[in-house]
């Protein structure tokens, strides 16, 4: 991927740079410390990748990912700045993340390798026709442990709340976060995700087994060993969206 960073700090760029030549999957590496300049750079030799700052000198690095995002072919975007009060602003304009200065190796190879994947997963849809604007989130900016993890929505599991807590489930982690179930299940909700019971959201795809529970209703194993229960008041819904 050829990669454009976007920052009106010398040596935060050039920082940057150093890690991202550490990173898999980086072909090129090129700067620039302005809109204009960007927006330059990028004409004369498109790019895969930018990483923007939001802060630029008398500029907003929200005003040009907002330009970028009516390119035809748009690169992806990852935020990098020492502001973590923007990231659902930065996930309403499509970043594929969101990275804290001072940065880190580890962090940034991760973000890298997450843009790879993406630029991947798009290169071989493209002959599939474009989602409309209305679907459902496909990445969710979540706020824990004073860091803000921008999560695949499909890689999502299964959300529950215990004792006023609401843990969202993948199947390597468990981000415990206190925003209300409610609010999330309007962020993802439909299709593959259902509520199956007051405390409860899952990805239908993550079904591994149903199994009978007590009161005609069921016990759910999803795709990481979580045990779900589908409650009474569900269980139509529930049984209409599985086919059984």
Not at 110 to 137: I, M, T, Y
Not at 149 to 176: C, D, F, W
Request: a negative charge; glycine letters at 4%.
């Amino acid at each position: 991927m050829r990669i454009l960073i976007v920052d009106d700090e010398p040596l935060a760029r050039d920082e940057l740079a150093y890690l991202l030549g550490k990173c898999e999957g980086v072909s090129d590496i090129a700067q620039a410390d302005s809109i204009e300049e960007a927006l330059g750079s990028m004409l004369e030799d498109p790019v895969d990748l930018i990483f923007l700052d939001i802060h630029l000198t008398n500029e907003s690095g929200l005003a040009l990912a907002e330009k970028i995002n009516k390119l035809k072919k748009p690169p992806l975007i990852i935020f990098a700045t020492a502001y973590d009060d923007y990231a659902i602003k930065a996930f309403e304009l499509n970043a594929t993340d969101y990275v804290l200065k001072p940065f880190e190796l580890e962090r940034i190879q991760q973000a890298v390798k997450k843009a790879f994947e993406q630029h991947n997963r798009q290169h071989s849809s493209q002959s599939e026709p474009a989602k409309p604007k209305g679907d459902a989130l496909q990445v969710l900016p979540i706020q824990m442990d004073e860091r803000i993890y921008m999560l695949q929505v499909p890689e999502i599991i299964a959300i529950g709340v215990e004792n006023g807590e609401t843990t969202i489930y993948t199947k390597n982690m468990a981000y415990s976060i206190h925003d209300p179930l409610t609010t999330l299940e309007k962020k993802i909700g439909g299709h593959p995700f259902l509520r199956v019971h007051r405390a409860f959201l899952i990805n239908l795809r993550e079904i591994k087994e149903i199994q009978p529970w007590f009161n005609h209703t069921f016990q759910l194993t999803m795709g990481n060993g979580l045990k779900v229960p589908v409650s009474r008041s569900y269980m139509k819904d529930f049984k209409e969206k599985v086919g059984i």
